[in-house]
């Protein structure tokens, strides 16, 4: 009888351990965000989990290969969590259709009970189209949310009421932007367009449809826009047409930049641009639109950079990126990866 029970106690271990293992080898990381306080980083996954890794115990000179592995892993949604998004207090995530708040002081605790779940106003109750982007507009203090429903919708963040629809999009929306200055939202979908929108009267004032531009367009990828990020009076976006450099008072592509494959995020820094997407690398762009280096990266595929620049502690100012698997890499210089958290 001890023999039998060990032998299906051996045969349970090998299978939860292929089940592990195969989970692993079929994870895919869509989202990160800096804890307001920049020690803690929370990721996303395809499996609807979040995973919140203390950065400062795995820069720490003690670190071990423990220090590495998540303080915290549990299933904020049932689909994909395709963003996330800190606020002075909470993160908040987005999954199939809903978004949820969690306290980073409770998530430090290992407390993982939601502060609030919320659901924008959707045309129909049987409709559960996943949020692909938010961001927050800090003059008006609300939530802005996009995702497969085609329609941005803004949430005021105080009150959790959902205030108005922004509609144009004849397709999934992918990504968001704002420039609060100007009080305008930007957003990209898979109909290729760019919209503009004027926040205060909820107009969209200006359509750039990127695909149409000769210098941008790449018709094998497709015309969808998967990225988009603003600075000043400057606009990168990219996705099936090449990643291009906008000036926004001109309505013009400035730069074209000459990477292969669809770019999935990009951001500004400093004097450069670092993009990922396709292909193994987070390339560092110039503005004038070289390539001026591109740096191996663990996944095979790229879907998320995060750039951890307001903490007070110089020691975790870092690059995290991620992308189809279970680890997330860390760059604490520029030009290479020093090491890798594990989902």
Avoid at 200 to 213: D, L
Avoid at 289 to 313: F, M, R, W, Y
Wanted: hydrophobic share 35%; net charge negative.
């Amino acid at each position: 009888l001890q023999r039998k029970l060990r032998s299906i106690w051996s045969i349970s271990l090998l299978i939860l351990l292929s089940r592990y293992k195969d989970r692993h080898l079929h994870m895919s990381v869509f989202s990160q965000s800096f804890s307001p306080c920049g020690r803690f980083l929370a990721a996303g996954n395809n499996y609807g989990e979040i995973a919140v890794f203390s950065l400062s115990s795995a820069l720490s000179p003690d670190a071990t290969d423990l220090s590495q592995t998540p303080i915290l892993t549990f299933t904020a949604h049932e689909g994909p969590v395709f963003s996330l998004f800190s606020t002075d207090s909470h993160l908040l995530s987005a999954g199939n259709g809903e978004i949820s708040a969690w306290s980073w002081a409770e998530l430090i605790k290992r407390n993982t009970k939601a502060a609030w779940t919320r659901r924008p106003n959707y045309k129909s109750s049987l409709e559960i189209p996943e949020i692909n982007a938010m961001t927050v507009n800090p003059t008006e203090n609300s939530l802005v949310i996009g995702g497969g429903d085609n329609n941005i919708h803004i949430m005021d963040l105080e009150s959790g009421v959902f205030k108005s629809v922004l509609q144009g999009h004849t397709d999934y929306i992918h990504c968001l932007s704002v420039r609060e200055r100007e009080g305008e939202i930007l957003s990209g979908g898979e109909d290729g367009a760019v919209r503009i929108w004027d926040h205060r009267t909820g107009q969209s004032v200006h359509c750039i449809e990127v695909y149409k531009y000769e210098e941008c367009a790449r018709p094998q990828y497709g015309k969808w826009i998967s990225c988009l990020t603003t600075e000043s009076d400057w606009m990168l976006c990219g996705g099936g047409p090449s990643l291009s450099l906008w000036h926004l008072r001109s309505m013009s592509p400035t730069s074209i930049f000459p990477l292969s494959g669809c770019q999935r995020q990009a951001n500004f820094y400093q004097d450069m641009i670092l993009s990922v997407g396709e292909g193994q690398c987070v390339s560092h762009c110039l503005l004038g639109g070289e390539v001026k280096a591109q740096i191996p990266c663990t996944p095979h595929s790229l879907n998320t950079l995060a750039l951890n620049l307001n903490s007070t502690d110089n020691r975790v100012r870092v690059l995290t990126v991620g992308g189809s698997s279970h680890q997330i890499d860390v760059f604490t210089n520029l030009s290479y990866r020093t090491f890798s958290l594990s989902f």
